[in-house]
């Protein structure tokens, strides 16, 4: 089965701790993406790559870091400098087809600062 | 600056009927339109492309107006398991391509009730 995986679902963080949210796609898309969405609140892209080892910064990127050496995997890492982490993060990948980028979603990760 | 709004609802309506909803944006370069579904705690899910002519899929459709620059989502036939926040997403022109410049609406929330 193609798809994106993202794990944990769930995930507890210490104030202070740097955590690292797993983004697998085998569906052979060229773009992957990372947003946070908030209760009652639209999608905020955080970062997104087109190729590998190369990432761009989204609107909300501070404290947060990416890498992507693998076409089909794009960690995201929430730092200790990102200051209102909890959210619901979600990484979503695009075939980079022509002009029409439809991007699809993985399960998500619910992450909570205790 | 809210580039796509959508009315957060809740719209509540009985099984069988008909529901539309608006989403406007402010961005003229706006190039693709799509809809998506989302459940409670789940991942956004594609439902549909807008396209310029207007699309129909089963009892949904959808309607690009580029001129007063909004699109519209009609559910006729309304059933318990279209209840959801639907997502209006806007992609931004881009020569570069159009990655990283879509924009989310906070979505609409729809309950169909027995």
């Known amino acids: 089965d193609g798809g994106i995986t993202q794990s944990p679902k769930y995930l507890f963080r210490k104030e202070g701790q740097n955590v690292t949210l797993s983004c697998e796609q085998n569906l052979n898309h060229d773009a992957m993406y990372w947003y946070r969405q908030d209760p009652g609140q639209g999608l905020r892209l955080i970062y997104y790559s087109q190729i590998v080892n190369d990432f761009q910064k989204g609107d909300i990127a501070e404290g947060y870091s990416v890498s992507r050496e693998k076409k089909e995997s794009f960690p995201l890492t929430v730092t200790s400098a990102q200051k209102n982490p909890t959210a619901f993060y979600l990484c979503a990948s695009s075939i980079l087809a022509g002009e029409i980028d439809t991007q699809y979603f993985g399960p998500g990760t619910r992450l909570t600062v205790l | 600056r809210k580039e796509v709004e959508q009315d957060p609802g809740p719209f509540n309506v009985p099984e069988g009927a008909t529901v539309a909803f608006n989403c406007t944006y402010s961005?003229?370069?706006?190039?693709?339109f799509f809809w998506y579904r989302q459940d409670c705690r789940k991942e956004p899910k594609l439902l549909m492309s807008?396209?310029?002519s207007g699309n129909e899929d089963g009892r949904f459709t959808a309607q690009l107006n580029r001129a007063s620059q909004y699109i519209s989502l009609l559910i006729r036939d309304s059933k318990l398991s279209d209840s959801a926040t639907y997502l209006c997403v806007v992609i931004l022109q881009n020569y570069g391509g159009s990655q990283g410049n879509l924009i989310f609406g906070k979505g609409t929330k729809l309950s169909v009730k027995p």
């Open positions: 961005n003229s370069a706006s190039q693709s």
């Open positions: 807008v396209y310029s």
